[in-house]
């Protein structure tokens, strides 16, 4: 973080954020209300065990919300469905594509040899 002034981290605000992604607030969201740079936020994750645990935890809250919202939208006829689904797709990943491994097959070819192609004209020649 150089140039910038240092960061004060104290851990009160491993509940904050709990609280705030728990309400489905995203982390740029969080930053702007703590008035901290979002590098300054993964940099405490990074430092801080309790603030990692912490974020892990409110991604985890967070998601949860949001499908709870969800559930809510499935009955309500004048909710934009796509909105929806670009946002949690681009929020969380979510997806309605399934991924298909295809398995590739190899083919042996094999070379024929000069006695092989030998006994075939001579096969020709009988027939």
């Not at 491993?14 to 982390?27: F, I, N, P, T, W």
């Given at each position: 973080?150089?140039g910038?002034?240092?960061?004060?981290?104290?851990?009160?605000?491993?509940l904050?954020?709990?609280?705030?992604m728990?309400?489905g607030?995203?982390?740029v969201?969080?930053?702007?209300d703590?008035?901290?740079h979002?590098?300054?936020?993964?940099?405490?994750a990074?430092?801080?065990?309790?603030?990692?645990?912490?974020f892990a935890?409110?991604k985890?809250?967070c998601?949860?919300?949001w499908?709870e919202?969800?559930?809510?939208?499935?009955?309500d006829k004048?909710?934009?469905?796509?909105l929806?689904?670009?946002?949690l797709?681009?929020?969380f990943g979510w997806?309605?594509?399934?991924e298909v491994?295809?398995?590739?097959?190899t083919?042996?070819v094999m070379?024929e040899?000069?006695e092989?192609?030998?006994?075939?004209?001579s096969?020709k020649?009988?027939v």
């Amino acid at each position: 973080m150089a140039g910038g002034r240092p960061t004060i981290y104290e851990p009160g605000i491993c509940l904050r954020l709990k609280e705030q992604m728990s309400a489905g607030k995203s982390v740029v969201r969080f930053c702007k209300d703590e008035n901290i740079h979002p590098d300054t936020f993964y940099a405490w994750a990074k430092k801080h065990k309790e603030f990692s645990d912490a974020f892990a935890m409110a991604k985890n809250n967070c998601e949860a919300f949001w499908e709870e919202k969800v559930i809510g939208f499935m009955s309500d006829k004048n909710v934009n469905a796509h909105l929806v689904k670009f946002y949690l797709a681009n929020r969380f990943g979510w997806t309605d594509k399934k991924e298909v491994k295809e398995e590739s097959k190899t083919t042996i070819v094999m070379e024929e040899t000069q006695e092989v192609i030998e006994a075939r004209k001579s096969y020709k020649k009988d027939v």
